[in-house]
C-alpha cells in the first residue's frame, strides 16, 4: 500500500504537497535501505517511483528525490564536490534503462530531465569518452561497407543479349548470366568476396535488430522517432533484399535488379541515420522523418487522388492517337508516371508540335496545371515551413535526447570490456555497492544574493496584490469600475515594488 501511494504521490499535480507526502511516507518504512525498501519496488510496469517521476517528465520530484541520493563529499568555501547515486539512472546493468525510458516517452517534459544534475552530467562522460568514438567509427565502417556493395551491384556479372527484338520499344542490350557463368574470371572472385562481405553485414543487421524489437516490441521500437525508428525499418528491410537478392543469384532466377535497387536506395539513405552524432546536422535528421511521416504522408492522398483523376483523362485523351508521335501517354502505366513528373514540374507538358493534338489535352492540361503547380505543390512546402518551425524552437533538447539514444543503443551492442562502467563504486567511501557520479559545483556567492533579492522582490508584490485585491472586494462599484482600478493598482505597486527592488539592488552593490 505504501509502494502504490508513492506512485500515486509522483503523478499529483500538486508537486509540493507530494514531496512532502513522500517524505513523511518514507519516515515510517522499516527497510529504508536494502531490497524491501518502498522505493525500490515496482509497479506493474516495471517502474520505481524514481524511474516514473521520469517517465512523467516530473522535475521537481526527480530534483528532490536526487536530492535524497546525493552525498557531500567535501566543501572549501565555494567549491563543493557531491557524489550523486547514479545506480537506477546509469544504463550500464539496467534492463529497463532510466535514460531509454526518457527518451521513448511521447512527453516533452521528460526529455528536459536530460538537462538536470546528475544526468547532463553522466550523459556527458559517457558520449565524449565512448559514444562519440565508437559511432564515427561505426559511420566510416558503415559507409565503407556501403562502398563495397555498391561496386557489387555496378560490376554484376551481364552477359550480351542473343533473342531477337520483338517490339521496336525494346532496348536491352545485356541480360543476366546464369550462376555457373557468374564466377569464372579472376574479377568474379574478387566481386564474390565483396558478396561475400555484403551477406554477412546483412545476416549481422538482422541478428542486432530483431532482439530488441523482441525485447521493446515492434510498435514502439518502429514508431520512436528519437530512437531512429523510421531507419530500424530502411536497415532490416534492406538486409532482407541482399537476403532476397542472394537468393535469386544462387537459383539463377531472373530479375534481380528489383531487390537490388531497393537495396541500393535505402542502404545509402541509412547513411543519414549517422547524421545524429552531430550537433549540427542531427535535428535535420528529426524534421526529414516529421515531414515524411507527417506531412508528406497526408499529402500523398491527395496527390494520388488528382495523379489518377489526370492520368486517366490523358490516357483517354491519347488511346486513339499515334503513339510514336506522342509516347508519353501510350498506356496506362506510362500515363501514371507522366502524370506524376509533370505534378512535381519535373518534366513540361509534353506537344509535339509537326502534328495536331487533340483539342482537350488543352483544356486538362490548364486545368491540371493550375491545381497541381500553383495550388498543392505551395500548399506543400506551407506544411514543410510549419513543421521546420516547430522543431526549429526545440533541436537542441531533440538533439540531446538522440544523444542519448545512441549512447544507450552502442552500450546495450557493444561488449562490457569495450565500454567500462561509468562512475565510482561506493565502497571506495563506504557507502556499500551502489555507484556513484562525482561532480564538482562551484558555489556563486552573488548568484545567491541575486535569487534572494528576486524572492524578496516576488513577496513585496504578493502582499502589494493581495492589500489591492482586499480593496478592489470591499468596494461596491461596478464590474467594469473593479477591473479598471485592478489595472492601475497592479501598474502602481509593480512600479513601486520594483523601484525599491532596484534602490536595494544599488545600495548593496
Keep these: 500500500i505504501g509502494n502504490t501511494v508513492l506512485h500515486i504521490l509522483v503523478l499529483q499535480p500538486n508537486k509540493t504537497f507530494a514531496c512532502h507526502m513522500y517524505s513523511l511516507i518514507l519516515s515510517y518504512d522499516r527497510n529504508k535501505e536494502g531490497p524491501g525498501s518502498l522505493e525500490l519496488i515496482p509497479n506493474n510496469e516495471g517502474l520505481s517511483p524514481f524511474k516514473l517521476a521520469g517517465v512523467e517528465g516530473n522535475t521537481v520530484m526527480f530534483q528532490y528525490l536526487m536530492q535524497k541520493r546525493k552525498q557531500n563529499l567535501w566543501s572549501f568555501g565555494p567549491l563543493s564536490t557531491v557524489l550523486y547515486d547514479i545506480t537506477e539512472i546509469d544504463s550500464w546493468a539496467e534492463d529497463q534503462s532510466f535514460l531509454e525510458l526518457i527518451v521513448s516517452t511521447k512527453k516533452r517534459e521528460a526529455r528536459q530531465i536530460l538537462d538536470l544534475t546528475p544526468v547532463k552530467e553522466l550523459v556527458s562522460l559517457k558520449w565524449n569518452m565512448y559514444g562519440r568514438p565508437y559511432f564515427c567509427f561505426l559511420a566510416l565502417f558503415y559507409i565503407l561497407y556501403m562502398v563495397c556493395f555498391t561496386m557489387c551491384c555496378v560490376y554484376r556479372p551481364l552477359k550480351p543479349r542473343t533473342g531477337n527484338r520483338t517490339s521496336s520499344r525494346d532496348n536491352t542490350v545485356y541480360v543476366q548470366k546464369m550462376l555457373q557463368e557468374s564466377y569464372v574470371t579472376y574479377e568474379d572472385e574478387l566481386r564474390l568476396v565483396g558478396e561475400l562481405i555484403t551477406v554477412i553485414g546483412a545476416v549481422v543487421i538482422l541478428v542486432l535488430e530483431i532482439p530488441d524489437i523482441l525485447r521493446v516490441g515492434a510498435a514502439k521500437y518502429f514508431g520512436q522517432t528519437i530512437l531512429g525508428g523510421p531507419f530500424h525499418i530502411i536497415v532490416i528491410t534492406y538486409a532482407c533484399m541482399i537476403l532476397v537478392t542472394m537468393v535469386m543469384r544462387l537459383t539463377s532466377t531472373t530479375g534481380e535488379v528489383v531487390p537490388m535497387s531497393f537495396a541500393l536506395v535505402l542502404g545509402w539513405c541509412n547513411v543519414m541515420y549517422f547524421a545524429r552524432g552531430f550537433q549540427m546536422l542531427g535535428p535535420f535528421t528529426i524534421m526529414i522523418q516529421k515531414m515524411i511521416f507527417g506531412d508528406l504522408m497526408r499529402f500523398c492522398w491527395l496527390m494520388a487522388v488528382v495523379i489518377l483523376g489526370f492520368a486517366s483523362a490523358f490516357y483517354i485523351i491519347f488511346q486513339t492517337e499515334n503513339p510514336e508521335n506522342l509516347g508519353q501517354f501510350y498506356n496506362y502505366p506510362m ?13 513540361d507538358g509534353p506537344a509535339n508540335y509537326d502534328v495536331d493534338l487533340p483539342f482537350m489535352y488543352s483544356v486538362v492540361y490548364f486545368a491540371f496545371a493550375i491545381i497541381a503547380t500553383l495550388l498543392m505543390l505551395n500548399l506543400l512546402i506551407a506544411m ?68 534572494r533579492y528576486t524572492e524578496a522582490f516576488k513577496v513585496q508584490d504578493r502582499d502589494n496584490y493581495d492589500k489591492g485585491s482586499e480593496k478592489l472586494e470591499t468596494n461596491g462599484d461596478t464590474l467594469c469600475k473593479k477591473e479598471m482600478s485592478a489595472l492601475s493598482v497592479s501598474r502602481s505597486t509593480s512600479r513601486t515594488s520594483s523601484h525599491r527592488g532596484w534602490e536595494i539592488l544599488r545600495r548593496n552593490t
Design 335 to 347: 500515363s501514371l508516371f507522366t502524370t506524376f513528373e509533370l505534378f512535381l514540374t519535373i518534366i
Design 384 to 451: 514543410m515551413g510549419d513543421t521546420h518551425w516547430r522543431v526549429a524552437h526545440e533541436q537542441d533538447e531533440l538533439w540531446r535526447a538522440q544523444v542519448v539514444a545512441t549512447t544507450v543503443m552502442l552500450e546495450r551492442k557493444l561488449p562490457r570490456c569495450l565500454w567500462p562502467r561509468s562512475g565510482i563504486c561506493g565502497r571506495e567511501f563506504g557507502l556499500g555497492d551502489r555507484w556513484y557520479l562525482r561532480i564538482e559545483d562551484r558555489v556563486d556567492p552573488n548568484k545567491h544574493k541575486m535569487m
